[in-house]
């Protein structure tokens, strides 16, 4: 009914996931838009709601996108991700059962170290991407898409029960707790007071079992999707509110919460991935430009879901490759199409894109023919009928600050 | 209405407890800022895609809601028509920008673009923080016989928002 300015509204991005997943995490009934158990919170802090993922999720706050885009690179942010998939993978044999699943060689993680990885189908598509830890505490900590949750929950319980029927010691449970993302350069000064532990020593992609403020048998992880220093700290939901009230009420540094429309941009800075949009089941990672996420004991083994395909496009090259792009006036958004610099070429899509709000141009990312993917490389974009100059560029974007002690 | 108004509000700053001098400086501005005020109001006729129009002398100046502008959150780049193009009621007429998306503006009427408001290509946020006045979009010499039946009022506008705001 609503078309025109309002009836076009959307977080463009965000739009295919907007389907209601089926699941019993939190309080919903059937066919109904899921809250997290900050949901009050976000409301009485002014949130503007969105449904996202099958969930009614804050897009921003009072002071908005650009305000808070830049609060999270300047101080630090907290993002409600309460939403995303946890899972614990238990029994003897997890490592080997994950191994089935992803490119990562889970084996050869440290105790309580983390990295990013992804589910690959058989032919090298990606299904979707996640972060594995292997805690110290016997089990794997797995954080995946909320957009995905029921096909990943599908995917892995169909390999947990081909695992058992052979004898083999798994058990998938799903963590039901809130998820926060602490993220920005005053991360530590905000965070530090409420824990029992050192943050020095939890460089980027590890984890730790941890007291936070108070709050018993949290987990915090040093990662995020800004591209800023931070960590995610899972919350048993009883004690999510105390949490984010004692990060809120820091006198160490002033912190905002940060809406879904914030978190898009400073990813898309980052040079971050967003699942459904940049990669699919249609691209591979060597195709996505994350031929780095395919470990090399992973590689000589060639043992993981579409192996044969994603190997031979990392010897031959793939046929196309996401890059970045940046550009003046019209932003540039997804679904535009990439032509050769004198425009006669088709040759590419533009996968996401927004104006940046710490760099005041326009980035996006997309995917090229290989022969147009160097840095450098002029090509033109198709915006509403105009050709926009644009130029192959460097990830990220805006440099990352993750807390890697050398 | 409007001079209802503006008496409702001279009387209370004569009964308030000012210095006279000011009194009358305070009643005196009030009173022109009302009634330009009033006179925006009464003229300004809305889409139910939230533009709205002011035609003076068939000449018709188009812009966005402050109900529009919030949704639209901070606006970061303006795209209005060239000069001269010709508009049908309804056409596309410009494009408004946000970090988050990209949302058309639709002529409320036809006619023929005879200015755009420069001023946005260098503060396209006018557009938030004066959606009414200051952010007005293009001008159009409005197409003879044109007919603003199908457009709302500032009342019905009102009304209208109210069946889509809950």
């Given amino acids: ?406 | 209405m409007a001079a209802s108004a503006i008496r409702k509000f001279s009387l209370t700053l004569f009964t308030s407890k000012v210095p006279f001098s000011s009194k009358v400086i305070a009643s005196f501005q009030c009173q022109k800022r009302a009634f330009s005020f009033s006179k925006c109001l009464a003229d300004r006729l809305y889409t139910d895609k939230h533009e709205w129009i002011v035609i003076v002398n068939g000449k018709g100046t188009v812009g966005i809601s402050n109900y529009a502008q919030e949704q639209l959150g901070e606006i970061v780049y303006v795209e209005t028509p060239a000069l001269g193009t010709t508009l049908n009621p309804q056409d596309v007429s410009g494009c408004l920008e946000s970090v988050k998306a990209a949302s058309e503006v639709y002529s409320p009427v036809g006619g023929t673009v005879t200015e755009v408001n420069s001023k946005l290509a260098s503060e396209p946020a006018l557009v938030n923080s004066s959606p009414l006045l200051e952010g007005w979009l293009y001008k159009l010499d409005v197409a003879p016989g044109t007919n603003t039946k199908e457009l709302m009022n500032e009342e019905a506008y009102k009304a209208f928002l109210e069946t889509i705001v809950h």
């Fill in chain 1, 1 to 406: 009914m609503m078309v025109g300015i309002i009836g076009k509204y959307r977080p463009f991005c965000f739009h295919h996931l907007y389907k209601t997943i089926k699941s019993n995490r939190f309080s919903s009934k059937a066919g109904e838009l899921k809250r997290t158990c900050l949901y009050d919170f976000h409301v009485a802090e002014g949130a503007k709601i969105v449904p996202f993922a099958g969930w009614e999720m804050p897009v921003q706050y009072k002071s908005g996108i650009i305000k808070e885009h830049l609060h999270v690179r300047k101080e630090v942010g907290i993002f409600d991700v309460s939403h995303m998939l946890q899972t614990r993978v238990d029994g003897k044999d997890r490592k080997k059962f994950m191994e089935s699943l992803v490119v990562l060689d889970v084996e050869d993680l440290k105790p309580n170290q983390g990295s990013l990885t992804v589910f690959t189908n058989e032919k090298g598509g990606i299904i979707d991407d996640l972060i594995v830890s292997n805690t110290s505490e016997g089990y794997l900590y797995v954080v995946s898409n909320a957009g995905c949750a029921d096909k990943d929950m599908a995917h892995m319980k169909a390999k947990e029960a081909e695992f058992q029927k052979n004898g083999l010691d798994v058990k998938l449970t799903t963590i039901e707790t809130a998820l926060l993302a602490v993220q920005g350069p005053s991360m530590k000064k905000v965070l530090q007071p409420g824990l029992d532990f050192d943050l020095n020593s939890l460089p980027f992609m590890t984890t730790i079992s941890a007291k936070v403020f108070g709050a018993e048998g949290c987990r915090v992880t040093r990662c995020g999707y800004t591209g800023e220093d931070g960590v995610e700290i899972s919350i048993p939901s009883n004690c999510a509110v105390d949490v984010l009230s004692s990060l809120m009420s820091s006198p160490k540094a002033p912190v905002q919460l940060i809406g879904l429309g914030a978190r898009d941009s400073l990813r898309l800075e980052a040079g971050l991935c967003l699942y459904g949009n940049d990669i699919d089941e249609t691209t591979t990672p060597v195709e996505a430009n994350l031929t780095w996420l395919v470990s090399k004991g992973r590689r000589a083994k060639a043992d993981f879901p579409g192996a044969e395909i994603i190997l031979q496009q990392i010897k031959s090259k793939p046929t196309k490759r996401r890059v970045g792009f940046t550009s003046t006036g019209i932003p540039v958004r997804g679904h535009a199409k990439i032509y050769s610099q004198d425009g006669k070429e088709l040759i590419g899509e533009v996968t996401s894109g927004c104006p940046s709000p710490s760099l005041n141009i326009n980035v996006s990312m997309g995917y090229v023919k290989t022969a147009y993917a160097k840095n450098g490389t002029k090509v033109k974009i198709e915006v509403r009928q105009k050709m926009i100059d644009a130029d192959v560029t460097k990830l990220p974007f805006v440099p990352s600050n993750y807390f890697i002690p050398s």
